[in-house]
């Protein structure tokens, strides 16, 4: 709400709910608010320049009250208005007049001869007035925004903040990085951010057809299927009481309603239980027992950095030839069981990380990527040393090139104390066997016997 005084210049402080930071325009609707601002401004929009002196979040609706020192205030129509419609965004339907869907002749109509002539086309891509018009089947699948000059409905626009999108359009979005650029990512949408990895500006907005957040129902599941986002809502699991447990699924899975699954189970608990290392891993970060100021270091496929687990906390990145910018499924996991926030044995380690393509089967790419360890190793002082590399792989096998190369860098990190476990069958380094944890009683270790696989036969429909 908006407190202000017919004589608005004189007025020092007001309350209002915004989300912009310091020195930022705020532009309110006079009509809108209980009090007028003067005859001259009333039902027309203002832009008030104002400063930050305080703000609080409230926990209820996630909206932030901040108390502003007013620096000057003028009428909106001075100024250059963004809801001009040519140069309007918005998601996932158009920017401009440019619309989604349109076939490249219509492109072309909007433009005129003139600027029709004079087009820069790359790939798919036209490029015109500032935008990306990308065109597949004679259909306009994505328009990317370079200039300032077209903004959304709420003013925002390239080079505003990634913190001003964040809270204009909430936190349902992804955030990678991927050759070197940062994408904040709203599916559902219609969206996609590139950010300056620096001040974290945006510098590119695109706009794509919106994905809806709702998978379709499906008709039928087994044991053991991936039912990740997808819908279950519409089967009766009432009578299947060991199914659930059998399923591969996540936060995003829409489950039967309560009358229509198993007695007592709760897939939510499921999914919080499973962050639990077990063993009495957290009865030691209790102690304090946490790996902090521990370096270790890992050789997997390749990963993004900014998976909340591990954000952070991978000091150095090394790639030794993937050939690609994507991130694996396998990585990520032995780094958040590693150093994870919330599931990590070590939460307080840092991780030295080699991405390798394992899928090669060369074991010259983890050589390198140990080799790449002990260098990182010789520059660091004493008590700072990495101590142990984890390497989900048997690189020295019989199917593997180079092996030899494998087994010759494991003898130079021996010499400079950095302990290798990898899965070969060997008394020196690896694994002597694998042990099944036990979910039901997660602090046992009496229950994780090696070579004591569970039983996945079912008796029955689960």
């Known amino acids: 709400m908006v407190a202000l005084s017919p004589n608005i210049e004189k007025c020092t402080h007001f309350l209002v709910i915004v989300t912009t930071d310091c020195e930022q325009h705020v532009v309110i609707n ?46 909106l129509e001075k100024q250059k208005r963004h809801d001009n419609k040519s140069k309007i965004i918005i998601p ?94 709203y599916k559902a949408k219609g969206l996609e951010f590139i950010i300056h990895k620096k001040n974290r500006t945006v510098m590119e907005i695109s706009v794509t057809k919106k994905i809806s957040r709702l998978p379709e129902p499906i008709k039928s599941v087994k044991p053991y299927d991936d039912v990740r986002w997808k819908d279950l809502s519409k089967l009766d699991l009432s009578t299947r009481k060991k199914l659930i447990a059998t399923l591969t699924f996540n936060q995003k899975t829409v489950w039967p309603e309560q009358a229509k699954m198993p007695p007592g189970s709760d897939p939510n608990k499921i999914l919080t239980d499973a962050l639990n290392p077990g063993l009495g891993v957290r009865e030691l970060h209790q102690q304090g027992i946490t790996g902090e100021g521990v370096n270790v270091a890992i050789i997997d496929q390749p990963m993004y950095l900014v998976h909340p687990e591990f954000a952070g906390k991978i000091v150095a990145y090394h790639d030794t030839g993937c050939e690609t910018d994507e991130s694996s499924m396998h990585g990520p996991l032995v780094a958040s069981l590693l150093v994870g926030t919330n599931c990590g044995t070590a939460p307080g380690a840092r991780v030295y990380y080699a991405a390798v393509p394992s899928w090669k089967m060369d074991a010259a790419y983890y050589a390198k990527g140990l080799d790449w360890i002990i260098a990182q190793n010789e520059k660091l002082p004493e008590g700072e040393k990495i101590r142990v590399v984890s390497v989900s792989a048997s690189p020295n096998q019989s199917s593997w090139a180079n092996r030899q190369m494998w087994d010759r860098a494991c003898a130079r990190a021996e010499v400079d104390g950095i302990m290798v476990l990898d899965c070969t069958n060997s008394r020196r380094r690896g694994f002597i066997g694998r042990c099944w944890y036990n979910a039901r009683v997660p602090e046992s270790v009496a229950q994780c016997n090696p070579w004591a696989p569970p039983n996945r036969e079912f008796r029955g429909d689960p």
Not at 31 to 58: D, M, W
Not at 110 to 132: E, F, H, Y
């Open 92 to 185: 996932g339907v158009r920017v401009g007049d440019y619309k989604l869907g349109m076939s490249k002749d219509d492109v072309l109509k909007i433009l005129g001869k003139t600027k029709a002539d004079s087009l820069r086309q790359v790939g798919n891509s036209i490029r015109v007035d500032g935008l990306g018009i990308s065109i597949i089947d004679d259909s306009v699948k994505e328009i990317t925004v370079f200039s300032t000059r077209y903004k959304f409905a709420n003013g925002l626009g390239v080079g505003d903040s990634k913190q001003e999108f964040v809270e204009a359009f909430g936190r349902q979005f992804q955030f990678t990085e991927d050759q070197g650029k940062l994408y904040l990512t």
């Open 30 to 75: 006079a009509t809108a608010k209980r009090k007028l601002i003067t005859q001259s401004l009333l039902g027309k929009p203002v832009i008030i320049k104002a400063k930050v002196i305080s703000r609080n979040e409230h926990p209820r609706t996630k909206k932030t009250e901040i108390e502003l020192e007013i620096l000057s205030v003028r009428p």
